[in-house]
């Protein structure tokens, strides 16, 4: 919706912002793989520490990068509307939150954490699948300005978000019972993070400029939309 009165004119200068853009997700999908692969005991953590930690600076680098880009355009070429800048700066920072919240899966794993030691460790692995593919699954449906895939994914992602606040609930219930109940509850908080920043990035796609930004809320609690 945003990008239905923002894409035009301003298309071949976006095209390097878009590809930058692309490149975060790249990045962040190989992080967070890295890290939940370390959290499933499939790899060391402290082998791929280093990687993901400069996989991580690579996205705030083209961070940095896309915003500097966006003001020099839109301040002295007068190139990129100032609703185009407030949109890449929002979803920006959602693509660059990804990567700190593999860096906190990656933690778990460097204080201990073994997911794949659990009786559910292969709910761990489906979910890891899962999430990894949701980011580059949003990345497309933001690049293509997809709405109908951009609906499903928001739908999709709703539910992930229910699902593990539900399994936070329980493992508080049952006060510390189950196996690595801290790790597993932190885990479950960063991958809704994760989820919900990408709900933020397809939101421009779906969204009004004044009701972006507002999925990496809980559903009942969103402003509109």
């Known amino acids: 919706m945003v990008f239905r009165f923002l894409r035009g004119a301003d ?9 930058k853009m692309q490149a975060m997700l790249t990045h962040d999908r190989h992080a967070f793989d890295l890290a939940m692969a ?3 005991g499939e790899t060391g953590a402290a082998a791929v520490n280093d990687e993901v930690r400069g996989t ?8 940095r990068e896309i915003r500097r880009e966006l003001i ?3 301040s002295v070429f007068g190139g990129i509307t100032s609703p ?34 659990l009786p559910d460790a292969h709910e761990w692995r489906r979910l890891a699948t899962e999430t990894s593919r949701l980011i580059i699954e949003a990345g497309d449906a933001f690049r293509t300005r997809a709405e109908a895939a951009s609906r499903e994914i928001r739908a999709r992602g709703d539910g992930y978000l229910g699902l593990f606040d539900e399994r ?46 507002y999925f990496d809320e809980d559903p009942e609690d969103r402003l509109g939309g």
Not at 56 to 63: S, T
């Open 168 to 213: 936070v609930s329980a493992l508080i219930r049952e006060d510390g019972a189950q196996p690595q109940a801290v790790p597993r509850a932190l885990a479950y908080r960063y991958l809704k993070r994760v989820v919900a920043h990408l709900l933020n990035l397809v939101s421009a796609v779906l969204m009004p400029l004044d009701q972006l930004d």
């Open 38 to 40: 370390a959290l499933l």
């Open 56 to 63: 991580d600076r690579k996205v705030n680098q083209l961070e």
């Open 11 to 19: 298309d071949e200068r976006l095209e390097s912002i878009e590809a």
């Open 72 to 74: 020099v355009h839109a």
């Open 84 to 117: 185009t800048v407030l949109v890449y700066m929002s979803v920006v920072k959602d693509i660059e939150r990804v990567g700190d919240y593999a860096k906190n899966l990656l933690d778990l794993a460097r204080d201990g954490a073994d997911f794949g030691a």
